[in-house]
């Protein structure tokens, strides 16, 4: 099986520019979550997602933004780039509807520059 | 105060040798906790899960003391291949969790 994919895997823009990262998880994984993480750092949680709705926010400006779609892959979208944006984007999918179901797999990331 | 909190390193240690590492964290009601192991440049991949009960897989031993808010993850008869940043991860004991990451522990492995 697939484990969870990610696109793109790079991408540089510029400030001011809107962003869009996209996410497929991992066949069966009903939750997708988003992390930011800038170097040496830990990831930080962006936001997550389950059955299309939104279940979690982490401490990020209305800037960004995120949907689950029917098939549950997700994107991530991101307004108004500030230099401060530049990082490794990282998606985890999770089965979350069973008990011990709450590890979460990360996919290979998106790294995106801000310039 | 961070919320999960991790010795930076980097730990330097020869090929077989033991090396552990220590986390706390601040959030009393805390009910999931991981190790993951992430490679340069790379995504973050899940070591183990941290039981009540302690848990080991292999020559990775894990274990968590609640009472005083931390977890521990012991490796034994260290690799060259062990050479990474170990984060350690907390949660809430639901699905929908929001998951706190450590700045992680770099080991380094040497021959």
């Known amino acids: 099986d697939a484990g969870v994919t990610q696109s793109p895997t790079h991408l540089i823009k510029t400030r001011g520019q809107h962003v869009t990262l996209r996410c497929s998880p991992i066949s069966g994984h009903k939750s997708v979550s988003w992390y930011q993480q800038v170097l040496g750092q830990g990831p930080q949680f962006i936001f997550q997602y389950y059955e299309k709705e939104e279940r979690g926010r982490g401490n990020f400006p209305d800037r960004f933004s995120a949907r689950q779609f029917p098939n549950y892959s997700s994107e991530l979208n991101v307004n108004a780039l500030l230099l401060g944006d530049s990082a490794l984007y990282l998606c985890?999918?999770?089965?979350?509807?069973?008990?011990?179901?709450?590890?979460?797999?990360f996919g290979p990331g998106t790294r995106l520059t801000v310039t | 105060r961070k919320e999960v909190e991790q010795d930076p390193g980097p730990f330097n240690v020869p090929e077989g040798a033991t090396v552990a590492f220590n986390c706390t964290y601040s959030?009393?009601?805390?009910?999931?906790f991981f190790w993951y192991r992430q490679d340069c440049r790379k995504e973050p991949k899940l070591l183990m899960s941290v039981y009540s009960s302690g848990n080991e897989d292999g020559r990775f031993t894990a274990q968590l003391n609640r009472a005083s808010q931390y977890i521990s993850l012991l490796i034994r008869d260290s690799k060259l291949s062990d050479s990474a940043t170990y984060l350690c991860v907390v949660g809430p004991n639901t699905g929908f969790q929001k998951l706190v990451f450590g700045t992680g522990t770099r080991l380094l492995v040497s021959p």
């Open positions: 959030n009393s009601a805390s009910q999931s």
């Open positions: 985890a999918s999770s089965l979350v509807d069973r008990k011990n179901s709450y590890e979460q797999y």
